[in-house]
């Protein structure tokens, strides 16, 4: 996985340049529609005063645009001003203006960064002069197409990013952006600008809906370019770069929408620990994920965590309907909370649910999408829940899966283990299914870590929970017990992980128990090895990337402490400190690998795909036996009917 390329600081003085030309494209742009065609009620509602405005010229040096249509004159400050009835325009559209204004100078910062960094700059002066060489004009092509994508997403990104805390409860269904040119930067801002005043036409009537529109368009339009890039030559100068605009707090990092560090509110009823009865194993490494997330630098946008090794990035909970995976997520949600609050950091919890499931082709990929982009903000300390996953995503290759599922299978799969999936180490997934056989073989693997959640399992277990959820409002004696003395975090782990020294699931036993008669005890890596591919022999879907999710839970393991509750209590002991401090404590807690651990971590993991794969083969089974019967019993009325 990727780690985050180095910020460039862009100056204020590198964009403040280009201010004059941004509010010129404000004040007025001449546009003739390549793609899109002008909405209707745009077309009888035009900007106001197309008599009298200016014909804008170029602000691009080297370009020689020429335009022989009609054009269509867009003015967005008088488009902006003229929303709602109030003769004098609103601070929120005076926001609205000073956002595009600042957004549209970024982008064309950007694009003079880029076009000064490709040697595109070079190539326009001799496009000026008539003297580009023959066998250069395809690179000029294809350098000016790149420039306009890139300026073309950094214009939506810093639009939506910067209006961010103008944004309300309203939303708007602009519909598909088509207006997306790709001939040069300055004929791509002025088709989106063209665009986005039809929009406005049509939707802004108050200042709640002219904000919503914006950051509508801003959204679709930060898609489009972004699939547009994937066949676009010539982009590494803007995909390798991170500009880094401090005034604010804006990183510029290629194709990624940037977010604005704002946690989100929690309205949940959060849990303490002792509240989570059972689940010993899943309790504590959510507890010590929990802290983990603390450790996270924002400066350097990165987490020793995730430098060192141990980091869950994903992690996939499951058990039977009722034994607590709600309650697990209240806890760690609550504990970061309370952390975050603490320290003074953005905390950000989204659950992705049904509701993210639409009709409409490919909105549940933009849904899961925008669900990933919120809790991997890098400014923020995020957490996302995936619950009841099974009913979610969808499973390739079942009938019954529709094609919104089948969307955020894809994007979950992308963004959890893709070529650009960046691991920082300030945020965690939790997916989470009463029925983890049915999640997709692929997207389940993805989970690096598993917690069993198994709820209360002994007779201790059992009393505690009935003690708790009984409450105070009564009489009965609780008798001879001493409460919550079984959840006693450290010596219930324990116990959990020494059970798991031998496999649970009868098939994976089988496994062990011939390897182990073949070659001896499993002390050795090349022992291990055996017995990983003899589980790969039993199960053929155990393939590399089960290797790497078990020395990941190895490492884990080597982390295996938590880091004290004063460095959370008090910020100064730990959490303010620098990176390289922070990494120097880590690093001295950390716990040599033993042989039981590798084992213990083969075994849970295997334990749990073994597990998956026999209620699957059960599942299927029943679904062809169910299938059997009600064919016999057609044919059966068939032939009735025709006797």
């Known amino acids: 996985m990727s780690q985050s390329a180095d910020f460039m600081e862009m100056t204020e003085e590198d964009i403040r340049k280009h201010y004059d030309a941004a509010v010129a494209m404000l004040e007025g742009v001449d546009h003739t529609p390549r793609i899109a065609k002008a909405k209707e009620a745009a077309q009888t509602e035009k900007s106001a005063g197309l008599g009298t405005r200016r014909r804008f010229r170029s602000t691009t040096p080297g370009l020689v645009t020429r335009s022989t249509a009609r054009p269509e004159g867009v003015r967005l400050i008088e488009r902006v001003e003229g929303v709602g009835d109030d003769a004098l325009p609103s601070a929120v559209q005076a926001s609205v203006l000073h956002g595009m204004r600042r957004a549209l100078a970024i982008a064309l910062a950007v694009g003079e960064a880029f076009s000064e960094a490709t040697g595109l700059a070079e190539l326009k002066k001799d496009n000026l002069a008539g003297r580009v060489a023959e066998a250069r004009r395809a690179e000029f092509g294809e350098l000016l197409a790149a420039e306009a994508v890139a300026t073309l997403f950094t214009f939506a990104n810093a639009t939506s990013y910067l209006l961010a805390s103008q944004a309300s409860e309203t939303t708007i269904e602009i519909g598909t952006v088509e207006e997306i040119l790709t001939d040069n930067a300055q004929l791509a801002l002025h088709g989106t600008l063209w665009e986005l005043d039809q929009d406005l036409t049509l939707f802004a009537k108050d200042d709640a809906t002219l904000v919503a529109t914006v950051l509508a368009y801003a959204e679709q339009v930060m898609e489009k370019a972004a699939l547009r890039a994937q066949n676009t030559p010539r982009l590494e100068a803007f995909n390798g770069a991170s500009y880094r605009v401090e005034a604010d707090d804006l990183t510029i990092n290629g194709f990624t929408p940037a977010s604005a560090a704002r946690g989100s509110k929690l309205t949940m009823s959060f849990k303490k620990p002792n509240e989570v009865v059972g689940n010993h194993i899943a309790k504590y490494q959510s507890m010590k994920l929990a802290k983990m997330l603390m450790a996270y630098d ?14 869950i990035f994903t992690f996939m909970g499951d058990g039977a309907p009722g034994t607590g995976k709600t309650t697990l997520i209240q806890m760690m949600a609550g504990l970061m909370s309370g952390y975050c609050e603490t320290a003074g950091y953005p905390f950000r919890y989204q659950n992705l649910s049904t509701d993210n499931i639409d009709s409409y082709q490919g909105k549940s990929g933009q849904n899961a999408k925008a669900f990933i982009n919120n809790v991997i903000d890098p400014n923020v300390i995020g957490f996302g829940t995936i619950d009841d996953i099974d009913q979610l995503a969808g499973k390739r290759g079942d009938r019954q899966s529709s094609a919104g599922q ?9 963004s959890f283990a893709g070529a650009n999936t960046v691991v920082r180490g300030n945020c965690t997934f939790g997916m989470f299914s009463n029925y983890p056989e049915n999640v997709d073989d692929a997207l389940r693997q993805r989970a690096g870590a598993r917690f069993l959640v198994d709820g209360p399992q002994t007779r201790d277990d059992y009393i505690d929970i009935l003690n708790l959820l009984m409450g105070k409002n009564h009489d009965i004696p609780l008798g001879d017990f001493e409460p919550f003395a079984a959840q006693e975090i450290k010596k219930a782990v324990a116990a959990s992980f020494e059970g798991h020294a031998k496999p649970h699931e009868d098939g994976l036993l089988r496994v062990y128990e011939r390897v182990s008669k073949d070659i001896g005890a499993l002390d050795t890596i090349a022992k291990l090895g055996t017995y990983l591919k003899g589980i790969q022999e039993a199960d053929h879907r155990f393939t ?10 190895v490492k884990v ?43 213990q971590e083969i075994n849970r993991y295997a334990d749990s795909e073994f597990r998956y794969a026999d209620k699957s083969d059960e599942v299927a089974i029943a ?21």
């Open 557 to 599: 393991r080597a982390m295996d402490f938590e880091l004290p509750d004063e460095w959370m209590e008090e910020p100064d002991l730990f959490l303010f400190k620098s990176y390289d401090e922070k990494k120097g404590m880590i690093e001295e807690l950390r716990q040599p690998i033993t042989v039981d651990m590798v084992i």
């Open 544 to 553: 590399g990337r089960a290797i790497k999710n078990i020395t990941d839970a």
């Open 623 to 643: 679904n062809m036996v169910r299938e059997f019967g009600l064919s016999e019993e057609a044919k059966r009325r068939y032939l009735e009917g025709k006797g």
């Open 298 to 311: 924002f400066d350097r946008k990165l987490n020793p965590f995730a430098e060192l090794g141990g980091f």
């Open 406 to 414: 089948l969307e955020i299978t894809a994007v979950l799969m992308e």
